[in-house]
């Protein structure tokens, strides 16, 4: 089994950034791709953004697309997510979650395995 840790999200105020983190953990065969994604207040689930596994390509959402991007750290196992310029809409909280096949890894609901997620709050 996969388990996905997120840390670092806290109250921010508007502009500022912040970087989360995600420690994955346990047996990681099979896993193609993992990803940031998101849940507001009343809002759907939305990716922000992944990371293959084997290549490391990347694809960030058009929504924070030059804001937000997206890197791992192989030796440790550490999945970031650096953001810039967050804004009142960023309040969420955020998740990072992991995936296995070879279905769609731009969908939020292919991610079969979540973390218990992490809270930013970015007050207008």
């Known amino acids: 089994q996969v388990q996905v840790v997120e840390s670092g999200g806290k109250l921010v105020q508007v502009g500022d950034s912040l970087r989360l983190s995600c420690i994955i953990m346990?047996?990681?065969?099979?896993?193609?791709?993992t990803g940031w994604l998101r849940q507001a207040p009343g809002k759907e689930r939305e990716i922000l953004g992944r990371?293959?596994?084997?290549?490391?390509?990347?694809y960030i959402a058009d929504a924070v697309n030059g804001r937000f991007t997206i890197s791992r750290d192989t030796a440790k196992n550490t999945m970031y997510l650096p953001m810039a310029d967050l804004k009142p809409e960023g309040t969420a909280v955020y998740y990072c979650?992991?995936?296995?096949?070879?279905?769609?890894?731009?969908?939020?609901?292919?991610?079969?395995?979540w973390g218990p997620g992490t809270q930013i709050t970015v007050p207008s």
């Open positions: 346990g047996i990681t065969a099979g896993i193609t791709a």
């Open positions: 990371i293959t596994w084997s290549r490391e390509h990347t």
């Open positions: 979650a992991a995936k296995r096949g070879i279905s769609n890894s731009e969908d939020a609901k292919n991610y079969a395995k």
